[in-house]
């Protein structure tokens, strides 16, 4: 812009490149602007902090539906995984349980004799006798006890899978029956072969 110098007065712009300028359009927002553009061009131009229209609109729906299904999927597949580790963690806690009880029971059994029942080894409150699920440990003494053999748990040949006394747990469902191949046996957590098995009775017994 040239300036006209006139001796005693301050200096002015020159009217001809002030005419000029009035006739470049300028597009004006509400933090920046945009130059020699007639309407305003939202996409080259943004406002001065960098964010354009697109960026205030948010999500579309669209883009909502994918989140959710990709939350959905994974979901599905680590809702069941933990429910498992779950039930693992508890059929690990009642073989350590049924251990802990059948060797208690062994020191008895040295003795020459089992208790009736598991209350009369449990001085002090130390054993476990409730297991995870909520149930109490089931105990059959039959060593000296000639009248329980029949109620003695039995595999699938009907023979009885322990000689001294069995100890067990009915599993999630609480439920059992004597013979292991019963449908509400299966998920029982058993002692087997006087102790030189612990685990669940579909592995024992598949």
């Known amino acids: 812009m040239k300036l006209l110098v006139i001796p005693g007065m301050p200096l002015i712009p020159d009217l001809k490149e002030i005419r000029f300028l009035e006739k470049i ?16 061009d939202r996409a080259s ?27 959905g999927i994974l979901a599905s597949i680590a809702v069941p995984n933990y429910l498992r580790y779950l039930e693992k963690n508890k059929e690990t806690t009642a073989i350590l349980d049924i251990n802990m009880i059948a060797s208690r029971l062994a020191g008895h059994k040295l003795e020459g004799v089992l208790p009736a029942n598991l209350a009369q080894i449990n001085s002090g409150n130390t054993l476990p006798l409730i297991d995870p699920w909520g149930n109490p440990y089931r105990y059959l003494p039959l060593y000296g006890y000639p009248g329980n053999q ?15 006394f069995d100890l067990y747990s009915m599993g999630p469902d609480g439920k059992s029956q004597t013979p292991l191949q019963n449908g509400q046996s299966r998920d029982d957590v058993i002692r087997a072969n006087d102790g030189a098995f612990v685990g669940k009775a579909s592995t024992y017994d598949p």
């Open 45 to 71: 131009c943004r406002f001065a902090g960098g964010r354009s229209n697109r960026g205030e609109s948010g999500f579309t729906l669209v883009e909502i539906a994918v989140v959710i299904m990709i939350v």
């Open 25 to 40: 359009p300028v597009v004006l927002s509400a933090k920046g602007y945009c130059r020699n553009h007639p309407e305003p």
């Open 150 to 164: 029949n109620n003695a748990r039995k595999d699938h040949n009907l023979h009885p899978i322990n000689s001294d």
